[in-house]
């Protein structure tokens, strides 16, 4: 009996460290993580959906928006993975559609005309959960980016009870499902002028696009691509190109001798 309960305990423990360490893993968390060490810096374009994006690509989240779903409720409204509640105020009364569904640091918020009072956030924005009121299971902070002139990562503090008009939206994470031969990337360009890539199948252009400058809104996209399992290739308008690979960002930028080049990112 004794040796039973010996192996019962052992069971549990090691039960119960599986499930501290598949929760630390989770999308959101390690998003969350992720935006802790980037304070001050800007992502991508310096967009707020930029910052989210890329915080749910390295952390093994599905970040492009036609597999996360339309736009809800109007276009621009980003869908961000599974709904945990909204916050709204409609007819001036405040409501949470699921009070006890409490929301975790990492969950992503998309905010719709949010105000409270005289403040405001931009009509349609995106960031994600920092810290959480122990007392109600809402956001208590935030991590965004794009704000007050702002295109850097930074946090702010909220009280979702003081909303006065608009609506909050709160995500789960979900991770991403990957297809053969099927590539997402993200990929930003970091130079002072606009460039133009096209993306390449063997030796067919499948696609051309223009980026904008650095640190402005549109100089950072999203790009899915599937093929007959040839490996897409991303190639400059000087012919410096890169294969892709699944779920990794690319960077547009200027070499140390002044050549434009493009590299994949570490994550």
Known sequence: MIQQAWYGTVTLMLWGAFLSAASAQTVGGSAHEYLQGKIGVRIGGGDATDMVIEALRIAGGEFVAEDLGADTPDAGDRVWGTLISVISTPGDLWTDSNPTNACLPGDVLQFGGAEWG??????????????????????????????????????????????????????????RIDALDTWKITLANNTPTSQTYF????????????????????????????TDGTVPCLVLSNDQSLFLTNAKGKEVFDSESGTLSIRQLDR
């Open 118 to 175: 005289l403040s405001a956030l931009p009509s349609k924005h995106s960031a994600v959960v920092a810290t959480v009121d122990p007392a109600n299971g809402r956001p208590a902070s935030i991590l965004h980016q794009n704000f007050n002139g702002e295109r850097v990562v930074q946090t702010l503090k909220i009280d979702v009870t003081k909303l006065t008009d608009g609506w909050i939206r709160i995500y789960r994470p979900i991770r």
């Open 199 to 226: 993306m390449m199948v063997d030796t067919e252009i499948v696609g051309t696009i223009s980026l904008p400058p650095s640190n402005a809104s549109g100089s950072f996209r999203v790009e899915k691509i599937a």
